[in-house]
């Protein structure tokens, strides 16, 4: 498949409605459906597409967007449907992830003119990349600002809390991984993340109710 034929399947792809798309990860991950599975995975080939526009000048491009699909993928493999967090941030580190080690391995261009947030030391400035370089300048405005929303928010967390998030939905990191790191049980990983969570949506709720 090229660029063109590539595009226009994308077309046909319809945004799936949030009670639709809880059904289909219970049909999924409670009932082992490989055909709720592939209509997930299709259904957010989109965002593989917009994170691959970074990379649109190279010729590649096709192969770069197969990595991204297989990012995407795997982050429906290990995505928890029950933490409450959305897909398309849990997805979205893993589809650049998969996208940056390929050009990386090419050798297809200089990293270093690419948007560094993954590798950020601090890490908490990864929220960032919920902003979509690719919408409208009106619409990125509002990402931008939803994005130092929950910068802000991840900033005032305790600080286990705080590592536990950034590891987890910022680098991508397994909850067992992360446990091992902060010598703690995983279980003990599940509840910090829960609290996070919960006090981030406390914190943004007021922000959101007026959004």
Request: glycine residues 4%.
């Amino acid at each position: 498949m090229d660029l063109n034929e590539y595009l226009e399947e994308l077309k046909k792809i319809d945004v799936l409605a949030p009670q639709i798309e809880k059904k289909l990860w219970r049909s999924y991950k409670d009932e082992n459906n490989m055909e709720s599975r592939r209509t997930l995975i299709e259904a957010y080939q989109p965002l593989v597409f917009k994170q691959a526009m970074q990379f649109r000048i190279l010729d590649n491009i096709m192969d770069i967007i197969q990595e991204g699909t297989v990012g995407l993928i795997e982050a429906a493999e290990n995505y928890d449907h029950e933490r409450g967090a959305a897909f398309s941030l849990y997805a979205v580190h893993r589809i650049r992830g998969r996208m940056l080690n390929f050009v990386r391995k090419e050798g297809s261009c200089d990293i270093a003119c690419l948007d560094g947030t993954l590798a950020e030391a601090g890490g908490l400035t990864a929220a960032n990349a919920i902003v979509d370089p690719t919408a409208a300048v009106a619409e990125q405005a509002e990402q931008s600002f939803l994005a130092a929303a929950l910068q802000n928010a991840l900033q005032r967390l305790p600080e286990k809390e705080r590592e536990v998030l950034r590891s987890v939905y910022l680098q991508n990191q397994e909850p067992r991984d992360v446990a091992a790191a902060l010598a703690v049980s995983t279980s003990h990983i599940y509840r910090l993340q829960k609290t996070g969570i919960r006090r981030i949506r406390g914190m943004l709720s007021k922000l959101m109710q007026h959004w």
